[in-house]
Nanobody, 116 residues
Framework: QVQLVESGGGLVQPGGSLRLSCAAS????????MRWYRQAPGKERELVAG????????NYADSVKGRFTISRDNAKNMVYLQMNRLKPEDTAVYYC?????????WGQGTQVTVSS
């Protein structure tokens, strides 16, 4: 079955960096677009970044452009989110996502807290 496991979250000061990882299994990873979402307390889940199967097309939410970088390693079935110049408003649970046969699959999420 499809499994997504995120890691790499934590507490960081404003201006700091974190790298999130998502390990995928149960499907042909190299054939699917992968996305990162986040959900802050009291807010709806929002798309942060997406990367197509071959990594050719990448998109970002306006709020993270120039600070976050999504990447993938198809040989390792991994997708990453490098987050730089973090702000308090980036505080959220971050989720890895794949759409497989029209169904959304999510990991358990990893908490990112940006605070001094």
């Amino acid at each position: 079955q499809v499994q997504l496991v995120e890691s790499g979250g934590g507490l960081v000061q404003p201006g700091g960096s974190l790298r999130l990882s998502c390990a995928a299994s149960g499907f042909t990873f190299s054939r699917h677009t992968m996305r990162w979402y986040r959900q802050a307390p009291g807010k709806e889940r929002e798309l942060v970044a997406g990367i197509t199967s071959g990594g050719i097309s990448i998109n970002y939410a306006d709020s993270v452009k120039g600070r976050f970088t999504i990447s993938r390693d198809n040989a390792k079935n991994m997708v990453y989110l490098q987050m730089n110049r973090l702000k308090p408003e980036d505080t959220a649970v971050y989720y890895c996502n794949v759409v497989f046969y029209a169904d959304n699959y999510w990991g358990q999420g990893t908490q990112v807290t940006v605070s001094s």
